[in-house]
């Protein structure tokens, strides 16, 4: 089809030349990314592995490799001074999870009902929900703070987990909503005709097809509350409480050049789970990145 | 929306003002188990809406004409904090250019990477799968505290940044993030590194070009540029737009690169005072609850009117397909 349009086209006499080997444009443009992914990666691959080196090497070589690979900063990092990675990591998870838990939940719920159910002021409860996707976080951070403060709530895991059991997520629930509307109405039709309720529409016909939206929502909802500082900044004076980006901060604040290399053990351990779980759902993520700007 | 209960709205309209059938009465007694379903439904939302949200919000507003420090009750002092903001707070107009200079330089950087990296990525490829996931990673991890810390050592004087520079020639011994002149460069480098979700939108976009357009644009005769300029970009536009709008107001509120690059506190001499950042002194590390407020209401001010010029920018730029 292309090769006889082109047949029969007069060919252009500024035009481009058609004549490069393909195989050689293939290998030009292969080369240029890989180029581009050596230089982003490379800072990252390079912490890596500094963290199997011994420490007085750390800052010796560009190089990736090491004479004498040793575990020596992960042992010593875990534990280093007063700071205690087994706790922050056991914060870290349950605070995710219970966020997580809390987001699926609450996104699914609202979503249903923007998705499937007429009510009046749909539309301006709508509007609100889109509205909040763009309000700076900075706004409700002081009241909330003197909320929660107010409460007794400082210095436990409550400021960090309750909001996301009330929908706090606009970008999820818009994600969910957009998801079900794509779903055939059919479905829920023949089960109202078989006498379900919407509660059963929604459990038993609606979140089992809503997979792939509840899987992104819950990696997004684990990766914001792993990477968050702000939140347990301002709520976990109480070293114990600490989540890992908190023991990081403490880690930085405290080490001199002699032990950088257990910092960067511990940096590449809190980015391990992140990592770790994107790749194992990466097709399911990036069509949702692709699809709704989700970062 | 409605189709699933159109049939039985002509059915009501038809019989307006006999007497209710049996069967109106289901028909409203459905719409209205569906409406009380559909707050049942939305009772958490609702409530975080109104005791997380709008609340809070009001009650900032509140304090934005206060001084408070959560010790003794607040009071009202009309407008004296934005007053004090523009004509007595050296610190708060040198966050308001460094956050000015953050955005203008990182968000066109960002769009530019981005997009040369969806075009360059814009073919049925080999191992499009596994580029894609790599080019994704940084946008990841790129706002946690371990790759700013990272970056705080990589750009030290003594970081690997210097020694790559050396590899090549240039001498640079003194520390990235400790003159007052590069750190904020450091972290608009931060920024852009993160460029991977960007490009994954861009990536959804370029590869939905109609292929005959390209053909069409071949036959007469355009060019590498002349297809990008003239076909890619025009359609490509709404997402540009999307984009653009959403780094904007995300560089806006940027605080944990700054926070922890800089050890808290914004330097070298308030290079790095985000206004986020300075935000945050105000109102935790000061306690003055009524001057954060009153930064954050002006966030809200600021970026509304960013957001509103955007949309109205739009219908001069922004093409959509049936145009």
């Known amino acids: 089809m292309i090769s006889t349009i082109q047949a029969r086209a007069p060919r252009p006499i500024f035009g481009r030349k058609q004549s490069t080997n393909p195989i050689i444009r293939a290998v030009v443009r292969h080369a240029l990314i890989i180029c581009a992914l050596v230089i982003l990666l490379y800072p990252l691959v390079w912490m890596v592995a500094a963290s199997f080196r011994p420490s007085n090497q750390i800052f010796t070589t560009l190089g990736l490799f090491s004479a004498h690979p040793t575990l020596a900063n992960y042992t010593e990092g875990w534990g280093a001074g007063r700071l205690n990675f087994s706790r922050y990591f056991i914060n870290s998870f349950l605070i995710a999870i219970l966020s997580i838990v809390g987001n699926l939940i609450s996104c699914s719920v609202t979503a249903y009902a923007f998705a499937r159910l007429n009510f009046p002021g749909k539309k301006f409860l709508f509007a609100m929900l889109l509205g909040t996707m763009f309000l700076p976080f900075q706004v409700t951070l002081v009241p909330q703070y003197i909320m929660f403060n107010y409460l007794g709530w400082i210095n436990t895991y409550l400021p960090l987990i309750v909001p996301h059991w009330f929908g706090v997520n606009a970008f999820f629930i818009f994600l969910m909503v957009q998801f079900i509307r794509s779903l055939p109405r059919e479905l829920d039709d023949s089960a109202r005709l078989d006498g379900c309720g919407h509660f059963r529409i929604f459990t038993r016909i609606i979140m089992p097809l809503a997979l792939p939206a509840i899987g992104v929502v819950a990696l997004f909802s684990f990766v914001w509350s792993w990477n968050d500082f702000l939140g347990p900044l301002l709520y976990l004076g109480r070293s114990d409480l600490w989540t890992v980006p908190l023991g990081l901060k403490a880690f930085l604040d405290s080490t001199g050049q002699s032990s950088y290399g257990g910092l960067f053990a511990m940096s590449t351990l809190s980015l391990a789970p992140i990592v770790g779980f994107f790749i194992l759902a990466q097709r399911l993520l990036l069509e949702g990145i692709a699809t709704t700007g989700l970062k | ?323």
């Open chain 2, 1 to 323: 929306m409605t189709s699933g209960t159109t049939p039985q709205q002509t059915l009501t309209k038809t019989s307006a003002g006999s007497e209710a059938t049996p069967r109106q009465l289901r028909w409203r007694s459905r719409r209205a188990r569906e409406t009380i379903a559909a707050y049942v439904f939305l009772t958490p939302w609702i409530l975080g809406m109104v005791l997380l949200t709008l609340g809070p919000m009001l009650y900032s507003l509140y304090l934005s004409f206060t001084r408070y420090n959560l010790l003794s009750d607040p009071k009202w002092v009309g407008f004296a904090n934005f007053v004090q903001m523009f004509t007595a707070d050296s610190r708060f107009l040198k966050s308001v250019g460094v956050t000015l200079v953050y955005v203008l330089v990182s968000v066109p950087l960002l769009l530019v990477v981005s997009m040369l990296l969806a075009l360059l990525l814009n073919k049925s490829m080999r191992f499009l799968t596994a580029y894609r996931v790599l080019f994704y990673v940084p946008s990841l991890i790129g706002a946690s505290v371990a790759i700013a810390a990272l970056w705080r050592l990589i750009f030290g004087a003594d970081g690997i940044i210097n020694q790559v520079l050396a590899v090549v020639g240039i001498h640079h011994d003194s520390s990235w993030v400790g003159s007052p002149h590069d750190a904020l460069t450091t972290l608009i480098i931060l920024a852009v590194w993160a460029f991977g979700s960007m490009m994954i939108i861009f990536l959804a976009g370029v590869r939905q070009v109609p292929r005959e357009l390209y053909e069409a644009a071949a036959i007469d005769g355009a060019g590498v540029f002349r297809k990008f300029f003239s076909v890619t970009l025009p359609i490509l536009t709404p997402l540009i737009f999307f984009n653009t709008l959403m780094a904007t107001i995300g560089a806006f509120q940027a605080f944990t690169g700054a926070y922890v690059v800089s050890g808290g506190t914004g330097g070298p001499v308030d290079s790095t005072l985000f206004y986020t950042l300075y935000l945050y002194q105000q109102g935790f590390a000061q306690l003055n609850m009524g001057y954060a407020a009153a930064m954050a209401w002006l966030l809200v001010i600021v970026l509304a009117a960013v957001t509103g010029f955007f949309f109205w920018t739009a219908r001069f730029w922004v093409h959509y397909g049936d145009e």
